[in-house]
């Protein structure tokens, strides 16, 4: 009998304006980019690492493009004073699916898997207008100037080409990746996207995961980022991850990272 796929319609994230700040120089290693993304570092720099070898750096008169369904190590650097700043734009696959099609120029532009782009004044300009704009503005708005920025990065020979095959650990990700708060197990998401648990596992394994290991990846890598917002409480980052104890919650994350949450936060 042949297996079943997962093809169940994904409920993607909305793009987003992300402000992430720091003191201190925080790394991470094999950071899985469930959306493409571009970084527009303020204060300090941003080095991407394969192991131990920096593959690029990017710093404040650059922008760093990323598409998504990558691993990547990277560190972020402080400067004194004023430590590591920078806003992160995540695109929503739809956007960028949109965008690629309605022009037949992006078909002959260098397809983004991880770049660097020098800011021009004009880019600039279009990202002090999204700065100004942010997510509080109608999305419409936002989207219409996420537009603008997508077309001066294509005028500069890039685009993010859609992705047409994503893994399973992708897909899973783009339906609850948005609700980790939840408590997802295993058999609501074999429902959920209509395979039996058995083939579930199958699948997963075939590409060297387990759903207990993914849910505890994704989880710390939203803590990391929300606890880098500024934003909330510990207490409201666990909750919004899926902890109930916030004992639990400083465990795991300092048996993930090697930090506790308080020293982040």
């Known amino acids: 009998m042949a297996e079943k796929s997962i093809s169940a319609s994904p409920q993607p994230s909305a793009n987003a304006w992300v402000t992430l700040t720091h003191h201190d120089r925080v790394s991470m290693r094999a950071a899985m980019v469930h959306h493409a993304f571009v970084c527009w570092i303020r204060h300090g720099s941003k080095t991407l690492y394969h192991g131990e070898t920096p593959l690029t750096s990017c710093t404040p008169d650059q922008l760093l493009l990323v598409n998504a369904g990558q691993q990547i190590d990277f560190c972020n650097y402080p400067v004194p004073r004023y430590g590591y700043q920078a806003h992160l734009i ?31 004044a004009t880019l600039e300009s279009v990202l002090q207008r999204l700065a100004s704009i942010g997510t509080r503005s109608p999305s419409s708005l936002f989207d219409h100037w996420i537009n603008e920025l997508l077309l001066l990065i294509s005028l500069k020979g890039f685009v993010f080409r859609p992705r047409q095959n994503m893994s399973i650990q992708e897909r899973i990700h783009q339906h609850i990746g948005h609700r980790l708060e939840q408590k997802w197990q295993k058999k609501a998401i074999a429902d959920l996207f209509h395979v039996s648990e058995r083939t579930l596992d199958r699948q ?49 994350f300092k048996a993930y990272f090697g930090k506790s949450p308080a020293d982040i936060h």
Do not use: V
């Not at 690629?100 to 660097?116: F, G, L, M, V």
């Not at 909330?232 to 919650?249: D, K, M, T, V």
């Open 204 to 252: 997963l394994a075939q590409e060297g995961q387990t759903f207990s290991s993914l849910l505890r990846q994704w989880r710390m890598e939203q803590a990391m980022s929300l606890l880098l917002q500024h934003q909330h409480s510990i207490g409201e980052i666990a909750y919004r991850c899926g902890y109930q104890s916030h004992s639990r919650f400083s465990q795991t």
């Open 90 to 120: 995540n695109l929503d696959y739809r956007t960028l699916q949109h965008f690629y099609h309605q022009s037949p120029h992006n078909q002959s532009c260098k397809a983004i898997h991880i770049e660097t782009l020098d800011i021009d």
